[in-house]
Nanobody, 115 residues
Framework: VQLVESGGDLVQAGGSLRLSCVASGSTFSIDYMAWYRQAPGKQRELVARISSGGSTNYADSVKGRFTISRDNAKNTVYLQMNRLEPEDTAHYYC??????????WGQGTLVTVSS
C-alpha cells in the first residue's frame, strides 16, 4: 500500500484547509485510515481515525474543528480542518492499517498556521 498526502499549506489562524490522502496498491486490505501529526520537537500524535465502517475518533485538541472522512471508491481519506490555530502547525501524516496487521505511512504534508 502506498499513501500520498496533499493539501498542506500556509494559512492564517482561523482559516481552513482540507488534506487528502490517496491510497494505491493493495487497497482491498485496508481496514482503518488515520491522520497523525508531528510538530517540531514533539512526538507524533494521532489526530483522527476512521474505520472501514465509518466510525471515527479524534484527539481532544481537534474535536469540533476537524472532520475525517473517506471515499472508499476513490481510496481517499480526507481531513477537513477548520478554525485552525498556530498550535496545529505540524507535518501531517496519513496512516493506514490493514486487515493482516500491516501499517503504512505517507511522506507527510506540512501545515503552517500563522498567528
Amino acid at each position: 500500500v502506498q499513501l500520498v498526502e496533499s493539501g498542506g499549506d500556509l494559512v492564517q489562524a482561523g482559516g481552513s484547509l482540507r488534506l487528502s490522502c490517496v491510497a494505491s496498491g493493495s487497497t482491498f486490505s485496508i481496514d482503518y485510515m488515520a491522520w497523525y501529526r508531528q510538530a517540531p520537537g514533539k512526538q507524533r500524535e494521532l489526530v483522527a481515525r476512521i474505520s472501514s465502517g465509518g466510525s471515527t475518533n479524534y484527539a481532544d485538541s481537534v474535536k469540533g474543528r476537524f472532520t475525517i472522512s473517506r471515499d472508499n471508491a476513490k481510496n481517499t481519506v480526507y481531513l477537513q480542518m477548520n478554525r485552525l490555530e498556530p498550535e496545529d502547525t505540524a507535518h501531517y501524516y496519513c496512516n493506514a492499517g490493514t486487515t493482516n496487521y500491516y501499517y503504512y505511512w505517507g511522506q507527510g504534508t506540512l501545515v503552517t498556521v500563522s498567528s
